[in-house]
Structure formats: structure tokens, C-alpha cells
């Protein structure tokens, strides 16, 4: 099936520094979404991209849809300890019937 | 909270059993959506229904089958369990197939 290349796979940092993560795909997207899920939870989401180079701010993140329709990136400022968990891309693919393709997700750890 | 709720929250059983996992959406939401998530394969979309009906299927296995209920809940039947079906199960729920997705917390099943 129709595969998303979310990177990186994994990520350590310290609390402070500011995190980027994207996707990209061969195919072309109508939407972009960002999801973080906690262990033993489902996906929560984050951001909701619908426009070609939009870029929308959630309070210290932030993500862009792509000029191209086939990428997008989420970038994370001045993380804090709970921001640890993984992150999830995913994207309705143009004449999907809406259904999401997710990526295999970013962890991300965060020392205190 | 995302509003979508999702019973059992943890099932165990044997192999050739059948299970049925069951969904009710966000109030207000039409649309149904059922993915697998596993540590090799990441979140597989399975089917999705509207109102009722189904509207699009995805990697989802001869052996397992959804259906929407009056109530706008759903259920998920899968049968002649085998091992590699241990996974975690979530159903998401949004207004219509366009608007954004919210995942239930999710149902762990374990085949042993």
C-alpha cells in the first residue's frame, strides 16, 4: 500500500531544544495531519493542514503542508518533558475516499 | 478525552476464537473508522462506514468484518483468531469522511 516516509525514527533531546520531524510521500495529499499518542492510548490530534503551504501554529508547535502536496513537517520549540511520546504524520491521499496513510512514527524522548 | 469511546479496553483469548470489539463515535459524528496498529506493519486503516454504510475498506483481512448499527455505534468481528492478529484495534470517528478523524483509546487484543 501507499507508503509515507516519516523522519527521523527516533529522537533524543534535552529540554530546551527545538525538535523537527517530517513526511514525504511519492504520492500527492489533500490533507496532512500530525497526531502524538501516548503509550496505551490512542492518536490525539495535533495539527490539521488543508491547503497547499499552509503553516498553522499550535501554542510551541507548528506544522507546514508542502508546496508539493507531497510532504509536511512538524516542528516542536523549546520542548519540555511531557512532550515525549510518538508522532504520527499521516495524510488522505487524493481520491482516497478520505481514508488516512500513517507514517511509522517519530519517538521522541526528552531529558530533563 | 476525544469523545470516542471504545469497549473492552483489553482482550485475551486463544487462537480460532472469535472476538467483537465494539465503538460509539463522538456525539454527532457519522463516520466510523477502524485501524490495526502493530509494532511491524505501524496503523493499518481497515473500513470505514458512513450512517450505516460502508464506504471504503483497506488492508482489512477476509476473516474480520465491521458493521455500523442505527445508533451510529459500530462493531468490529474478528474470527478464527491466529496469533499475528494481536494488536492494538482503534476506531476513530469524525462528522463526515472529509473532517478531521479522533481515535477512540483503543482496544488491546492478545491471541495466544
Known amino acids: 500500500g501507499q507508503q509515507l516516509n516519516q523522519s527521523p525514527q527516533s529522537m533524543f533531546i534535552q529540554e530546551g531544544e527545538d525538535v523537527s520531524m517530517n513526511c514525504t510521500s511519492s504520492?500527492?495529499?489533500?490533507?496532512w495531519l500530525w497526531y502524538k499518542q501516548d503509550p496505551g492510548e490512542g492518536p490525539v490530534l495535533l495539527i490539521a493542514?488543508?491547503?497547499?503551504?499552509e503553516l498553522t501554529s499550535n501554542g510551541r508547535l507548528t506544522a507546514q503542508f508542502g508546496i508539493t502536496r507531497k510532504d509536511s513537517f512538524l516542528n516542536i520549540s523549546a520542548s519540555i518533558p511531557s512532550d515525549v511520546g510518538i508522532y504520527f504524520c499521516?495524510?488522505?491521499?487524493?481520491?482516497?475516499?478520505?481514508?488516512?496513510?500513517f507514517g511509522k512514527g517519530t519517538l521522541l524522548t526528552v531529558n530533563p | 478525552d476525544s469523545g470516542v469511546t471504545q469497549t473492552p479496553k483489553h482482550l485475551i483469548t486463544a487462537t480460532g476464537q472469535r472476538v467483537t470489539l465494539r465503538c460509539s463515535p463522538r456525539s454527532g459524528d457519522l463516520s466510523v473508522y477502524w485501524y490495526q496498529q502493530s509494532l511491524d506493519q505501524g496503523l493499518q486503516f481497515l473500513i470505514q462506514?458512513?450512517?450505516?454504510?460502508?464506504?471504503a475498506k483497506g488492508n482489512i483481512l477476509e476473516r474480520f468484518s465491521a458493521q455500523q448499527f442505527p445508533d451510529l455505534h459500530s462493531e468490529l468481528n474478528l474470527s478464527s483468531l491466529e496469533l499475528g492478529d494481536s494488536a492494538l484495534y482503534f476506531c476513530a470517528s469524525s462528522v463526515s469522511p472529509e473532517e478531521t478523524q479522533y481515535f477512540g483509546p483503543g482496544t488491546r487484543l492478545l491471541v495466544l
Open positions: 499521516a495524510g488522505q491521499l487524493e481520491g482516497s475516499n478520505y481514508k488516512l496513510t
Open positions: 462506514y458512513y450512517n450505516g454504510e460502508e464506504r
Open positions: 493542514l488543508y491547503k497547499a503551504g
Open positions: 504520492s500527492i495529499f489533500n490533507t
